[in-house]
Each structure stands twice: as structure tokens, then as C-alpha cells.
């Protein structure tokens, strides 16, 4: 089962820079999909972006276009997600998720960017934008 841990969240002022990193151990080939999820409070989680280990074609939410980017090192099995010019919008809890299914993301040729497709989940990691 795949085990994901989650690193480099802080505090960062509005215009700054931050990249997170996600080890993932035990990954197969149901893992493909990999994902960067956050979650203010008081709101639903969301995906910030999401990547396969396999193939190309990120997924970006449209809020994060243009400012996020989100890479992976299979080699050391490594997620990334570079986050600049941030906002204080973009201040939440940042998860690194795993799919664990195929039918969760087979034959598409983009990754899945809704919770409910990942089943694996790292513990989270905080990330506050002050402005």
C-alpha cells in the first residue's frame, strides 16, 4: 500500500514562493495518479493540481494556472508542487493523494482532479499566506 508523506509547507508572505514535496513508498501501478488537494477551513477540498507517474498532462485548477506547477521524479519517487506568486487565498491545509484504483482514472488522458478518485492520503501539510 502506498504511503505518502508530505514536506515544505510554512508561512510565506503574499507574492512569495513555496514548494512542497510528497515521498511516495510502496507505489504500484494502481498509483498512477498522483494529486495535490487543499482545504481551507470551513470549505470543501479541493485540487490544487494532479499529474500520472506515466504519462503527461497535468491537471490545473483555474486558480492556481499560471502561478502552480506541479512536477514528479519517478526515479525517487518524488511529487512536487511549486507554488509561486502566492495569494493569501491560497493559505489551507495541502494534501498529497494517491489513486488507488484503475477504474479510477484508466483510458482518461488527463489525471482525475476530484477527491473521491484518490484513495490513498498524506497527512497534510499547512501553508499560510500573509498579506
Known amino acids: 500500500q502506498v504511503q505518502l508523506v508530505e514536506s515544505g509547507g510554512g508561512l510565506v508572505q503574499a507574492g512569495g514562493s513555496l514548494r512542497l514535496s510528497c515521498a511516495a513508498s510502496?507505489?504500484?501501478?494502481?498509483?498512477?495518479?498522483m494529486g495535490w488537494f487543499r482545504q481551507a477551513p470551513g470549505k470543501e477540498r479541493e485540487v490544487a493540481a494532479s499529474?500520472?507517474?506515466?504519462?503527461?498532462?497535468?491537471n490545473y485548477a483555474d486558480s492556481v494556472k499560471g502561478r502552480f506547477t506541479i512536477s514528479r521524479d519517478n526515479a525517487k519517487n518524488m511529487v512536487y508542487l511549486q507554488m509561486n506568486s502566492l495569494k493569501p487565498e491560497d493559505t489551507a491545509v495541502y494534501y498529497c493523494?494517491?489513486?488507488?484504483?484503475?477504474?479510477?482514472?484508466?483510458?482518461?488522458?488527463?489525471?482525475?482532479?476530484?477527491?473521491?478518485?484518490?484513495?490513498?492520503w498524506g497527512q497534510g501539510t499547512q501553508v499560510t499566506v500573509s498579506s
Open positions: 493523494a494517491a489513486t488507488t484504483r484503475l477504474s479510477d482514472y484508466g483510458g482518461s488522458s488527463y489525471p482525475p482532479s476530484t477527491p473521491n478518485r484518490f484513495g490513498a
Open positions: 510502496g507505489r504500484t501501478f494502481s498509483n498512477d495518479g
Open positions: 499529474i500520472f507517474w506515466s504519462r503527461s498532462n497535468p
